[in-house]
């Protein structure tokens, strides 16, 4: 009889990089996927979301956050217009895409499930190569909340060591998605437009869509994203 896997929290968006993380987590950890409700512009990632779980046998819990927690952000508030890049133009500034707090809120729900359920394995998947400039994708501020991960919590103090992990942290767009093709990963169903319709169907005009589309160019897969 083969030895039960450990349990791992995996932060699950719906969007093509957490999609991929899911599936690299799953290889070797019984994964329990969170998303979030935190009135964003569109459920669809959400939806996207309880599709990759249930696609890999995960378990997938929707937490939601008051709409106003996380207000005056482009991703939340859509009387701010979604910027669209410029070519060739390298953004200097914090964009108005970055929701405040988000990864800290997100891997605080986390690491609760994860000390309830005995877990000792968080995965989400910042990206410090292609992360748009938000503070909270960065390996400090991962090393820095893992620090106050294992100081805050009961099992922390008692010697049960909570590890975050983020396998793409130092990825490009076109890696992940050559690792995520490799383990079978189903991105059609992946939603990562900053304003995605109801249905998941994106702009292709935005930063992330652009991001995905050099992404699928540069790794020689098809992208099978659909548009709008």
């Known amino acids: 009889m083969s030895k039960p896997l450990k349990k791992a929290i995996v932060l699950l968006s719906g969007g093509l990089d957490s999609a991929t993380v899911l599936a690299i987590a799953n290889q070797e ?4 996927a969170l998303s979030f409700d935190y009135g964003q512009r ?5 939806n996207a979301a309880r599709k990759l779980a249930d696609s890999v046998g995960a378990t997938h819990q929707v937490i939601h956050i008051d709409g106003g927690v996380m207000a005056g952000s482009a991703l939340t508030d859509e009387s701010i217009a979604v910027p669209e890049p410029v070519p060739g133009e390298q953004a200097l500034d914090i964009p108005v895409t970055y929701v405040p707090a988000r990864n800290t809120l997100f891997l605080s729900y986390a690491l609760a499930v994860a000390e309830v359920s005995s877990a000792r394995d968080i995965f989400i998947g910042v990206n410090a190569v292609d992360y ?3 503070p909270d994708c960065r390996p400090e501020f991962i090393r820095a909340y893992e620090v106050m991960a294992n100081l805050a919590t009961k099992a922390g103090v008692e010697g049960h060591q909570l590890t975050i992990h983020t396998p793409l942290i130092d990825k490009s767009k076109a ?3 050559t690792i995520g093709d490799e ?4 991105y059609a169903v992946t939603v990562s437009c900053y304003q ?3 249905e998941g169907e994106a702009c292709g005009k935005c930063d992330s869509c652009q991001l995905r589309q050099k992404g699928f160019e ?5 992208d099978p994203t659909r548009y709008f």
């Open 42 to 46: 569109s459920m669809s990632e959400v």
């Open 29 to 32: 950890y019984d994964c329990h």
């Open 132 to 134: 748009s400039g938000y």
């Open 218 to 222: 540069e790794a020689g897969i098809s």
């Open 175 to 177: 890696e992940i998605i």
């Open 196 to 198: 995605a319709n109801a």
């Open 183 to 186: 383990l079978g990963v189903d």
